[in-house]
């Protein structure tokens, strides 16, 4: 009986999706494709200053009452110091996920003192409402996807930090003093750090809602910054800052480069200070900038197959409230450009033979060891450049399939996989998981090894990611 329905809803899903599939095909993704109109803040809405938490929580509050068809407003948990961890969803249905279609974030003012991502945040909500019904852009992308922005991570730290402070560690951590962005499961060390509830919301968020994009936003530096953060273990890998690429480098670099060449001015690459490093295209491997464990970016890639990316707006972790707008201008087309992003590559569904979904089936795409997984409704998504690719389906009690596919530039690719079921052990692809590739992967390093060496490499960490963002 339930399947019946399942079969028939997928059904009219594949009908209601081939059609997306054409209006898709009037292309976002080449030199003909339409961009967002210009646009010009209305200063009377949303003045270009810094928002304190009751500000910003006013603005999210008010903005949600007068757009109900176009955001919803919700909390993800509570900061040590108990502010609410807003998230403030801009789409044409905020409040239910569009099945088959991809849920994308931004998260900001992780490091509280770094204080631009967090105004950009607001701007951009702000841009989405009021120009939905006047730019075709912007309404493909807000009908066509489910935007989640959580504009401060870290308000206690915010609450600390001084504005015109460009350096320094002042308001960086959460009020415990821990760094939310060395706080997450780490793919390839044990992390000791204790978790914090701004990270435990974050981990539980992102294990209830399949995001397939998401931007980390930092200030301190001026640069997209792409998985891994992180190396395995070297004994001297805070002094050599080797890249450390993952199998979706391709499509990390594509997507930094998004973000910069968007940018007026990030892909220059220009230094922000004489003793700090420029950047090739204005992109950087993380780890070859300089390694941190506990990244939000690797934990995303690995655990849930959100392609991350580290977005370094501002040279002054938090300048002048009058150059805010200018940050904005920089920014506005990166913002939206990068989040369009979502909509290349691979999407569609994992069925069984009676077309009812298969949840939590692992996929694969052949010879990119990270894997994904699909939804309760069998969705699944994975951004890929143009090219041929095989996917690998594996499900408990199903035969593995393994399909050839091929990505375009104009469109995304859609391809539904139906598994037979299987009675058969079919081996060890039955128990293979992205989330267990993970813990073997991670092999925590005996006490004896962890010795002055390592205390002096987590000093020097320290002491660069003060100087950077
Ligand atoms: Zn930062």
């Not at 009452?65 to 403030?88: E, F, H, M």
């Amino acid at each position: 009986m339930a399947y019946h329905h399942w079969a028939i809803g997928l059904f009219l899903l594949h009908i209601f999706y081939n059609n997306l599939c054409n209006c898709q095909s009037e292309n976002y993704f080449d030199d003909s494709a339409p961009s967002p109109r210009s646009y010009t803040p209305d200063v009377g809405l949303l003045d270009f200053v810094y928002h304190n938490h009751d500000d910003m929580t006013r603005f999210l509050r008010t903005t949600s009452a007068r757009y109900p068809n176009l955001t919803a407003l919700y909390s993800i948990g509570k900061s040590i110091q108990g502010r609410d961890l807003w998230v403030i969803v801009v789409s044409s249905s905020p409040y239910e996920h569009m099945i088959g279609k991809p849920d994308v974030k931004y998260i900001a003012n992780i490091h509280g003192n770094e204080a631009v991502g967090k105004e950009l945040m607001l701007h951009l909500v702000q841009y989405f409402v009021t120009s939905y019904n006047t730019d075709p852009y912007i309404k493909w992308l807000l009908d066509n996807t489910r935007i989640h922005i959580l504009p401060s991570l870290n308000p206690d730290g915010y609450a600390v930090s001084k504005e015109g402070t460009c350096d320094g560690g002042q308001g960086r951590y959460n009020a415990r003093g821990f760094d939310l962005n060395r706080n997450f499961p780490d793919y390839f060390k044990q992390n000791t750090k204790r978790e914090q509830p701004e990270t435990d919301a974050v981990k539980e968020w992102i294990s209830k809602i399949q995001f397939v994009l998401s931007g980390s936003l930092h200030g301190g530096a001026l640069v997209a910054s792409y998985p891994y953060d992180n190396t395995p273990n070297s004994m001297f890998q805070s002094y050599s800052s080797q890249p450390s690429l993952t199998p979706d480098d391709d499509v990390f670099k594509h997507l930094s480069l998004t973000y910069a060449n968007n940018h007026a001015k990030m892909s220059r690459g220009v230094a922000c200070k004489s003793a700090t490093p420029s950047f090739e295209n204005g992109i950087t491997n993380g780890a070859a900038w300089y390694p941190l464990t506990g990244g939000m970016q690797d934990y995303n890639y690995v655990w849930y197959g959100c392609m991350e990316v580290t977005l370094e707006v501002s040279c002054c972790k938090f300048p002048p409230a009058h150059e805010l707008r200018k940050y904005w201008e920089d920014n506005q087309l990166s913002l939206v450009k990068f989040l369009a992003e979502a909509h290349r590559g691979v999407q569609g569904f994992v069925m069984d033979t009676n077309g009812a979904p298969i949840e939590r089936a692992s996929l694969k795409i052949k010879g990119r060891d990270v894997g994904f997984q699909s939804t309760k409704y069998g969705e699944f998504w994975r951004i890929l450049l143009p090219g041929i690719y095989k996917l690998e389906v594996f499900a408990d009690g199903y035969a593995p399939r393994e399909i050839d596919f091929m990505v375009i530039e104009q469109h995304p690719t859609l391809l539904n996989v139906t598994l037979q079921a299987s009675k058969r052990n079919d081996g060890p692809y039955n128990n293979y998981r992205p989330v267990s590739a993970a813990q073997q992967h991670y092999r925590p390093q005996p006490e004896r090894e962890q010795g002055f060496l390592s205390s002096i490499s987590s000093g020097f960490n320290s002491l660069v990611s003060n100087i950077f963002g």
